[in-house]
């Protein structure tokens, strides 16, 4: 069975710039979170998508978007890029909420 | 708000020691918590899961305690090798799949 896979694992982008990251969960997998990870604020918790809906949200500003569609694949958007959103964006699935979550390799985003 | 600290941050121990690893958590009001590692420039694997119910978990050499009401777990690792240098992370799951994750420690095995 194929891992979480996100693409593009790395990207470069400027300041007022906008970024959209993809995520693929594991095939059976209706859950997908999204988590950024950052040397100073470690690993936090960004949003959470089951069955298409977003369930639970973490304290990020509102340029932090999300969705999930019905083959549960996610997609993660960034608007109006500032240098602190330079991170570690990671992707985790699981098969129903409780249950162990898998990670994905992350894409790592760099702000200029 | 619940905060998760891991102790130490960082530890280098020689090859075939036992070692422990300690999480401590501020809100016993979680649903499970999950032990990870990171390998550098990686994405997490997950080690083990434990329930909010179980007591611990246990994969191969790795073992998993919990402890709900003094807000704390350890993972315990028998016979180190020098594959087992990672950062490992503890996270407890508040529910909706919202993990809250330590800063993590450092394991340096040398051989």
């Known amino acids: 069975k194929a891992g979480v896979t996100q693409t593009p694992r790395y990207l470069i982008k400027t300041r007022g710039q906008q970024v959209t990251l993809s995520c693929s969960p594991i095939?059976?997998?209706?859950?997908v979170s999204w988590y950024q990870q950052t040397p100073g604020q470690g690993l936090q918790f960004l949003f959470e998508?089951?069955?298409?809906?977003?369930?639970n949200k973490g304290n990020f500003p509102g340029r932090f978007s999300g969705r999930q569609f019905s083959n549960s694949r996610s997609e993660m958007n960034v608007s109006t890029l500032e240098l602190g959103d330079s991170a570690l964006y990671l992707c985790?699935?699981?098969?129903?909420?409780?249950?162990?979550?898998?990670f994905g390799p992350g894409t790592r985003l760099t702000v200029l | 708000k619940q905060e998760v600290t891991q102790i130490p941050a960082a530890l280098s121990v020689p090859e075939g020691e036992n070692l422990v690893l300690n999480c401590s958590f501020t809100?016993?009001?979680?649903?499970?918590l999950q032990w990870f590692r990171q390998d550098p420039g990686k994405g997490l694997t997950s080690l083990l899961l434990?329930?909010?119910?179980?007591r611990e978990q246990t994969s191969g050499r790795l073992n998993a305690s919990l402890d709900k009401s003094s807000g704390r777990s350890t993972l315990y690792i028998a016979a180190s090798q020098p594959g087992d240098s990672a950062t490992y992370l503890c996270?407890?799951?508040?529910?909706?799949?919202?993990?809250?994750f330590g800063q993590g420690t450092r394991l340096t095995i040398n051989p």
């Open positions: 985790a699935s699981s098969l129903q909420p409780g249950r162990l979550q898998f």
């Open positions: 095939s059976g997998h209706r859950s």
């Open positions: 998508y089951f069955s298409e809906t977003q369930r």
């Open positions: 809100d016993s009001a979680i649903y499970n």
């Open positions: 434990i329930q909010s119910s179980q």
């Open positions: 996270a407890v799951d508040e529910g909706a799949q919202k993990l809250v």
